[in-house]
């Protein structure tokens, strides 16, 4: 019998802040504020409590909260009412819910067969820009 590699969970909480690079096979769910990059082979939520400050690349994601950077996704993206996107998108497959809010270029290709081939040339195209400043927020009584 073969063992399969389990893949595992990074969960940043509601109260968590934190910055750098998360490099993820499986899924990465952010509750709290993140700022910097964040690569997954598997999926990347961004909660309506969270507060996001990153490039993500992954396989699928869903975006509930603000998002404030580029997102690209090989897969599948849906992006839930009341969502704030400021930054650019890349995806096979877009699906939304309810009112949103995008602001930058999205690309959909419809062609899951040449999405990777095709989301490096967006990458290409669309250098790390910072939508946002490099501090996080402070919070009053931490």
Known sequence: MQ???????????QTTRLEGTIIQKGLVRIDGDFQGTIQSDGAVV??????????????????????KGDIFVSEHLTILQGAKVIGNIFTPILETDGEISIHGDITITCNPETALKEMQQFIEKHPNKMYFSNSLPQF???
């Open 3 to 13: 063992s399969k590699q389990q893949e595992s969970e990074t969960i940043i909480g």
């Open 46 to 67: 961004i909660s309506t409590s969270s507060r996001c400050r990153a490039r993500i690349t992954a396989r699928s994601a869903i975006i509930a909260g603000v998002l």
């Open 140 to 142: 009053p009584g931490l």
